[in-house]
């Protein structure tokens, strides 16, 4: 994953309106094969076809919200095609708030549905994913971290001058 921070110092309801520049999409093992240890470095196809996500996120002056951009370059590792990718929207599990738009696949704009209360965004394919294709989703994300600790062991809240921001962004489910 590669993701990075701004302060936003804008208009007070900038954080509404994301403006991102298109991030490039690179081969994790690229990224990060120089930092793995050498009995590791040369195992590229270890790391062929995993998920990937390039995150950029914008905290508003607040702190405790945040807008963002994120594409996710997924592989379908599963031993059947899908109709569709499951993304998990955390926020609205623990205690927060996230909405998600502008959501493509390969370029195409895709309505999204939802599942257990928001928590879950389903993405249906116009075309199955057969067995180790890849494709591209992208989105606009903005969410609301709760300001309670108590909500979510604080693993993504806002309190005592602390942002903490696990799963902060739509994640890929687990195929079940």
Do not use: W
């Not at 991030?23 to 690229?30: A, D, H, K, S």
């Not at 994913?129 to 693993?155: H, K, P, R």
């Amino acid at each position: 994953m590669m993701a990075s921070c701004v302060a936003e110092s804008q208009k007070p309801n900038a954080h509404l309106q994301p403006t991102f520049p298109t991030l490039p999409t690179v081969e994790p093992i690229l990224l990060y094969n120089s930092g793995l240890t050498p009995q590791y470095q040369n195992n590229a196809n270890d790391l062929a076809g995993a998920t990937y996500y390039t995150i950029e996120f914008n905290i508003s002056d607040d702190i405790y919200r945040l807008t963002g951009m994120e594409t996710i370059r997924y592989t379908n590792r599963e031993d059947v095609p899908l109709s569709e990718i499951h993304i998990h929207l955390f926020p609205n599990a623990l205690g927060g708030i996230m909405l998600v738009e502008n959501v493509t696949v390969n370029g195409t704009s895709i309505e999204p549905y939802y599942s257990l209360n928001n928590s879950i965004m389903i993405i249906p394919l116009q075309n199955i994913i057969e067995i180790n294709e890849s494709l591209t989703i992208q989105m606009d994300f903005s969410a609301v971290i709760a300001q309670s600790v108590e909500l979510n062991y604080g693993v993504q809240a806002y309190s005592n001058g602390v942002l903490a921001l696990a799963h902060a962004y739509p994640m890929v489910a687990v195929y079940d």
